[in-house]
């Protein structure tokens, strides 16, 4: 069975948001397993400069590093990335999973992105879209993305 990672920097605040990632995650389980992992943004001053910034970067940079493996392809979500349809991303993961991969990783960054050394670690770097979303409810927007694949993947009549 595929195994599904969603790392992400920083908490989910919102019960509404929480609940529906719950719920995407939930139905996912009919055909992968998915964990959550969030980690702990690095706390920036109010205006800070790029060498701060970087800095911050670098120490998510670590953290994603310490919860991938090895085994993982991994998918980085970037606004310079590739943007897909859904039937793209089901073909992408089918093709993710015939190429011998059981893991997949998708990362999403804190407000100031992800890394340079993450973007290089990806296999993948996806787009949702040119406009800009709160991270929190980019992590809805992946999870019903993923789950919308999914039942691509497996002909159910959620995608239409």
């Known amino acids: 069975m595929l195994n599904i990672k969603i790392i992400s920097i920083g908490d989910l605040k919102e019960s509404y948001l929480r609940e529906a990632c719950l719920e995407y995650t939930k139905r996912m389980g009919a055909f992968s397993r998915v964990e ?5 943004e690095e706390r920036l001053p109010e205006n ?5 910034i970087d800095a911050c970067l670098l120490a998510e940079e670590k953290k994603i590093f310490e919860r991938l493996s090895s085994k993982s392809y991994v998918i980085a ?7 897909l349809s859904s039937p793209e991303l089901a073909s992408k ?5 015939t190429q011998g991969h059981s893991e997949i990783a998708f990362i999403i960054g804190s ?12 296999d993948f770097k996806l787009s949702i879209s040119p406009l800009t979303f709160p991270h929190q409810l980019l992590r809805v927007i992946l999870c019903e993305s993923i789950y919308r694949a999914l039942t691509i993947i ?3 009549k959620y995608h239409k």
Request: charged share 15%; aromatic share 2%.
């Open 36 to 40: 959550h992992i969030q980690l702990k």
């Open 48 to 52: 800070p400069s790029q060498a701060q």
């Open 77 to 83: 979500m970037c606004v310079e990335g590739k943007m």
């Open 93 to 97: 993961i089918s093709q993710i999973t």
């Open 111 to 122: 407000s100031f992105g992800l890394s340079k050394g993450v973007k290089q670690r990806a």
């Open 154 to 156: 497996n002909g159910t």
